[in-house]
C-alpha cells in the first residue's frame, strides 16, 4: 500500500485533467447569465467530495450562489481543521488581451493558463486531492476534516458571512485553512499572517444646477472639482501622513518581531522600482516599503471625474465632480469607524459653495494571526519539508474579510498557505498557475494534515 506522497506523485495527471474539468466551467458569480456554469462548478466538487465518501457531502442554497460543505470527522481527541476557498471566478474580459482562451485550459512553459487557475480554483483543489491520497490508500485522516466553498468570493461574499452565524455548531473548527494568497516570491515558501482591511468610500462635490461656460461663469461661481481636488489634497501630509483626525488611534504598532520579519523577505527595491516603471518609491515616513504596502494604513483616489473629458477643447466649469477612495486598514481599525470619520472629516473641509455628498460602499476588517500559532508552525513545517527552503513569514496588502469573520464568528485563527505568485495575473487576462506549484501543493497539504496533531499535543 503506498503513502500520501506516493500516491500524490504517481497520479500527476489525473489531477490535472480534474483540474482542467474544473477550470473549463466558466462560474463567473457577477454574470447572472453564467449562473447555470456557477452551479454546474458547485456539483463538480459535490462529485468529487462524494466520491471521496466522506461522511457528510452536501450543497447549501443560499439567496446567491450555493455553498458546497463537506465533512469527515473521525476523531474526538484530534483537531478539527475548516477548509475554505472559492470555486468562482473573474470575468475574462477583455478576452481579445488572452493569449489562449480564458476556459480551455493552456499549458505553456510549465504553467496553466485559464481564468480560475491560480484565484482560486487550483489552490483550493489542491486540499481536495490531499485528502484523496489518504482516502484512496487507505490511510485513515490525521485529522478532522470539514469543506466550506463558495460562489460567491468574487462578488464580495453577501451570504457567506450570514451562513456563517446560522451554522456555527457544524462550523466548529480549531483554524481555518485557506489558499487563497500568493508566496513571496517563486520558490520561496512564505505563509501570510496579515491581511489589510477596507473601507470604500465615494464623494461628490455638487456646484451649480448644470455645466456652466467658464468664461461667463468662471471666477465668480466656485468649481466642484477644484474643491474636489482641494478637498483631497488636505486628507494626506507630503509625509503620507492621514491627515483625518482619530485615523490612527487604535492602529496597533509594529512591533520588533514584525519588523524583523519583514527585514528577512527577500526584497529588491530597485528591481521593485524598475518593475513598476518609476524612479522613486513614496509612501508614510518612517516606514520601508514592505511595510507601507502591507502593515500600514493608506488612503488611495482609485478613480476620479467630472467635467468634460472627450477630444479637443470645450470650455466648461463642470456642474460636480465625484471621486472613489479606498482606505486600507490595519489591526485594530474598525472599518465603519473609519468611514465615519472620513465622511466627517471630508464634510469639515467643504466650503459652503457647494455641496458634499459621502458615500461607503463597503469595507471589511483587517486581520493578524499569533506568530506562535501551532497552525503557522505546522505550515511552516509542511512547506520546509516539501520546498526544501526555510519559510517566510509576510502581511499582504490586500484583504479577505471572510479571515477576520472566521475569527470573529468562529473564534479561530486562520492559516493563509498560498501556492500562487503575485506574478500569476489574477483578475486579468492570461492568469496562470505553475503545474509543480499545483503539485506542491497538495503535497503541502497533505504533510501539513500529518503533522498537526503533533504540534498540536
Same mark, same amino acid.
Not at 408 to 417: A, D, F, Y
Given at each position: 500500500m503506498s503513502t500520501p506522497q506516493e500516491y500524490i506523485e504517481t497520479n500527476k495527471e489525473k489531477f490535472?485533467?480534474?483540474?482542467?474539468e474544473f477550470l473549463r466551467i466558466p462560474s463567473v458569480s457577477t454574470d447572472s447569465s453564467k449562473k447555470e456554469?456557477?452551479?454546474?462548478?458547485?456539483?463538480?466538487?459535490?462529485?468529487?467530495?462524494?466520491?471521496?465518501?466522506?461522511?457528510?457531502?452536501? =450543497?447549501f442554497d443560499t439567496p446567491g450562489h450555493p455553498i458546497v460543505y463537506a465533512e469527515h470527522c473521525p476523531h474526538e481527541d484530534r483537531p478539527t481543521v475548516l477548509i475554505y476557498g472559492h470555486y468562482d471566478v473573474q470575468p475574462s474580459d477583455p478576452?481579445?488581451?488572452?493569449?489562449?482562451?480564458?476556459?480551455?485550459?493552456?499549458?505553456?512553459? $510549465?504553467?496553466? %493558463? #485559464?481564468? @480560475?487557475?491560480?484565484?482560486? =480554483? $487550483?489552490?483550493?483543489?489542491?486540499?481536495?486531492?490531499?485528502?484523496?491520497?489518504?482516502?484512496?490508500? @487507505?490511510?485513515?485522516?490525521? +485529522?478532522?476534516?470539514?469543506?466550506?466553498l463558495e460562489g460567491e468570493e468574487e462578488i464580495g461574499s453577501p451570504n457567506l458571512v450570514p451562513f456563517l452565524e446560522e451554522h456555527e455548531d457544524l462550523l466548529a473548527c480549531d483554524m481555518v485553512l485557506i489558499s487563497d494568497t500568493a508566496m513571496f516570491a517563486e520558490d520561496q515558501p512564505s505563509i501570510t499572517y496579515g491581511l489589510r482591511g477596507l473601507a470604500y468610500m465615494e464623494v461628490e462635490v455638487v456646484g451649480p444646477n448644470r455645466d456652466l461656460h467658464s468664461g461667463v461663469y468662471g471666477g465668480a461661481v466656485e468649481n466642484p472639482l477644484n474643491v474636489l481636488c482641494e478637498i483631497i489634497a488636505k486628507l494626506k501630509d507630503e509625509n503620507g501622513v492621514i491627515q483625518i483626525p482619530g485615523f490612527y488611534d487604535n492602529v496597533i504598532p509594529l512591533t520588533k518581531t514584525d519588523r524583523k520579519a519583514f527585514a528577512q523577505l527577500p526584497f529588491n527595491e530597485e528591481e521593485y522600482k524598475k518593475t513598476l516603471g518609476i524612479k522613486a518609491v513614496h509612501g508614510e515616513k518612517g516606514y520601508s516599503t514592505l511595510e507601507r504596502s502591507s502593515a500600514r494604513p493608506t488612503l488611495d483616489v482609485n478613480g476620479i471625474w467630472g467635467g468634460y473629458q472627450k477630444e479637443g477643447a470645450k470650455t466648461v466649469l463642470p456642474s460636480k465632480g465625484n471621486a472613489k477612495i479606498s482606505m486600507r486598514l490595519v489591526p485594530d481599525q474598525d472599518p465603519k469607524e473609519i468611514a465615519q470619520?472620513?465622511?466627517?472629516?471630508?464634510?469639515?473641509?467643504?466650503?459652503?459653495?457647494?455641496?458634499?455628498? +459621502?458615500?461607503? &460602499?463597503?469595507? $471589511? &476588517?483587517?486581520?493578524?494571526?499569533?506568530?506562535?500559532? %501551532?497552525?503557522?508552525?505546522?505550515?511552516?513545517? #509542511?512547506?520546509?519539508?516539501?520546498? @526544501?527552503?526555510?519559510?517566510?513569514?509576510?502581511?499582504e496588502g490586500g484583504s479577505i474579510p471572510i479571515v477576520a469573520d472566521f475569527k470573529? +464568528?468562529? @473564534?479561530?485563527?486562520?492559516?493563509?498557505?498560498g501556492f500562487g505568485l503575485t506574478s500569476n495575473a489574477i483578475h486579468s487576462p492570461n492568469e496562470n498557475f505553475a503545474i509543480k506549484d499545483f503539485y506542491r501543493g497538495i503535497k503541502t497539504s497533505a504533510r501539513f494534515l500529518e503533522l498537526l496533531p503533533e504540534y498540536s499535543s
Open positions: 490535472i485533467e480534474e483540474l482542467f456554469e456557477v452551479q454546474k462548478a458547485a456539483n463538480f466538487l459535490i462529485s468529487q467530495f462524494e466520491n471521496l465518501g466522506l461522511n457528510t457531502v452536501k =450543497k478576452d481579445e488581451l488572452w493569449d489562449s482562451p480564458a476556459f480551455e485550459p493552456t499549458v505553456k512553459d $510549465g504553467l496553466i %493558463y #485559464a481564468r @480560475g487557475a491560480s484565484d482560486d =480554483k $487550483g489552490q483550493a483543489f489542491t486540499h481536495v486531492k490531499a485528502i484523496e491520497s489518504f482516502v484512496k490508500t @487507505g490511510k485513515e485522516l490525521p +485529522v478532522n476534516i470539514k469543506f466550506i470619520l472620513f465622511k466627517q472629516h471630508v464634510e469639515s473641509l467643504a466650503p459652503d459653495t457647494v455641496k458634499v455628498t +459621502v458615500t461607503e &460602499h463597503h469595507g $471589511g &476588517h483587517p486581520s493578524v494571526t499569533d506568530l506562535n500559532f %501551532y497552525g503557522l508552525k505546522a505550515g511552516a513545517k #509542511a512547506f520546509e519539508e516539501i520546498y @526544501g527552503k526555510e519559510v517566510l513569514f509576510s502581511r470573529r +464568528v468562529l @473564534g479561530v485563527e486562520s492559516v493563509l498557505m
